[in-house]
């Protein structure tokens, strides 16, 4: 079992994500002065590109394209202005999953390393 902490938890924050910016074009039909094919297209498009971005998490270009969303959400604040307040709460829970997750996949392969250390020096 060698999966990476850091991408689950940056898969479920793009996931999440991508249900409220799908659901950010669906509101901003009647909030905004786009027309109700922009607005779907905008949340569908943004939803489709955290879909993406979760499914590169197993590159580096993953990562990048997560960064992008986070800045893209907090713009977005420009066309419904709860995504500026929305934009940064996922931000900072990207950045949390980005940061802690790495820590722990650390963490976890410095545990793994001891483990086999103690096994060679203890016959198990």
Not at 12 to 20: D, H, P, R, S, T
Not at 25 to 34: K, N
Not at 79 to 85: D, H, I, K, Q, R
Request: aromatic share 8%; net charge neutral; hydrophobic share 55%.
């Amino acid at each position: 079992m060698n999966r990476s902490l850091r991408r689950g938890m940056c898969g479920a924050m793009l996931g999440l994500q991508g249900v409220v910016l799908f659901l950010t074009g669906v509101v901003s039909i009647g909030m905004t002065d786009l027309g109700a094919g922009a607005s779907l297209a905008m949340g569908l498009g943004l939803a489709l590109l955290c879909v993406v971005a979760a499914g590169m998490l197993g590159r580096p270009a993953g990562y990048a394209l997560g960064w992008l969303v986070q800045v893209v959400s907090i713009a977005l604040g420009f066309v419904v202005t709860a995504m500026f307040f929305l934009g940064v709460v996922f931000a900072i829970l990207w950045t949390t999953s980005y940061v802690l997750g790495s820590r722990l996949d650390e963490e976890r392969a410095e545990r793994r390393v001891l483990e086999e250390q103690w096994r060679a020096e203890h016959g198990g």
